[in-house]
């Protein structure tokens, strides 16, 4: 849905246009995440946020728009929440209150969110950075809440792993060795693959407050690639996250179905009207193209589709 007026001056006498949308974007604000006693998460939040114009309406009122948009960003951000998507949520309908011309306010947040981890082989405490997707839409009939989450990872691409593979078998009959140990060995040391840096994305929409949590969501988007990567990392780290993607090599595509398989065994409470969105962006290595995969779909078609399978 664009936000954009090109054509069209808010103020001008003769003119009528439809049902468009007006609003703010880049406004920064602080949000404090409660998290049951211990010290809140402080994040440095982007909102973006959008009201209907209807056709007849001339004038849009913009100083007193942001003012009324500021006013209520302030109030929601000014307590403790326990959810980003419920800081949307509010927003939204405190909006629709203050707007009588409007049927419809949308309210959309980034952020980034910095996490401790430890490394997978030397066991050194490092930091993981995803960015937080929320937004909320409300309407007469009630709010549809967004949460979800960007993370980065690393995929191999099997195709070139599969050429790798195919030279290996060929230098390996050249030396005398066995069909039989061939295989063993392929199958013990993956062959190598082009690699990329990857990004999955995966948000859940439900009306009212999704009952998820936004570790599990980054979790699953994680998990999706062919391997996870961190912030620091020694020898052991990186040879095991080489060795890691290496045995799961997927393409761009593979890597969505896996969100759907993660999405489905771990956020399997869902209502079947739940609208999950996944996308997966690789920055190819060898190419001067990127590649992109995405799906949108409803979680009991989700899950219909898995079962089937």
């Known amino acids: ?3 954009q ?3 069209v001056q808010a103020s001008a006498p003769d003119v009528t246009v439809g049902l468009s949308q007006v609003g703010v974007t880049g406004v920064e604000k602080l949000v404090k995440i409660s998290r049951n006693g211990d010290r809140p998460i402080v994040l440095m939040a982007e909102f973006e946020v959008f009201v209907d114009l209807p056709s007849g309406r001339k004038g849009i009122d913009m100083s007193r728009n942001l003012a009324t948009i500021d006013e209520i960003l302030e109030e929601i951000t000014r307590e403790e929440a326990y ?3 419920e800081v949307c949520g509010d927003a939204a309908e405190r909006l629709l209150e203050k707007h009588d011309y409007t049927t419809t306010a949308e309210v959309s947040m980034t952020a980034e969110l910095v996490t401790r981890e430890h490394t997978p082989a030397s066991n050194i405490e490092t930091q993981s950075t995803a960015t937080i997707v929320a937004s909320a839409t409300a309407t007469e009939e009630g709010t549809r809440e967004e949460i979800g989450a960007e993370v980065t990872g690393m995929t191999v691409c099997p195709c ?15 030396l005398g060795v066995d069909e039989e140990t061939t295989e063993a060995f392929l199958e ?3 062959q190598p693959g082009h690699s990329q840096r990857g990004h999955a994305t995966l948000t859940i929409t439900t009306e009212g407050h999704p009952e ?11 998990d999706s690639m062919s391997a996870r990567i961190y912030n620091m990392a020694k020898r052991p780290d990186e040879d095991h996250m080489t060795y890691e ?5 997927k393409f761009v595509e593979d890597c969505v179905r896996a969100l759907a ?10 209502p079947d009207d739940a609208v999950i969105r996944m996308k997966q962006s690789n920055d190819e290595s060898i190419h001067q193209h990127n590649a992109h995969a995405e799906r949108e779909v409803r979680m009991g078609d989700l899950r219909a589709e898995l079962d089937a399978r």
């Open 245 to 249: 993607a290496h045995a799961d090599a």
């Open 261 to 270: 398989e993660g999405t489905v065994a771990e956020f399997d409470h869902l």
């Open 188 to 190: 013990a040391v993956p």
């Open 160 to 174: 070139s792993q599969g050429m790798s593979e195919a030279r290996a078998r060929e230098k390996l009959a050249e």
């Open 5 to 7: 007026l090109p054509d």
């Open 212 to 222: 998820i949590d936004l570790r599990d969501v980054i979790d699953v988007a994680r």
């Open 1 to 3: 849905m664009s936000h």
């Open 83 to 85: 959810r980003v998507e």
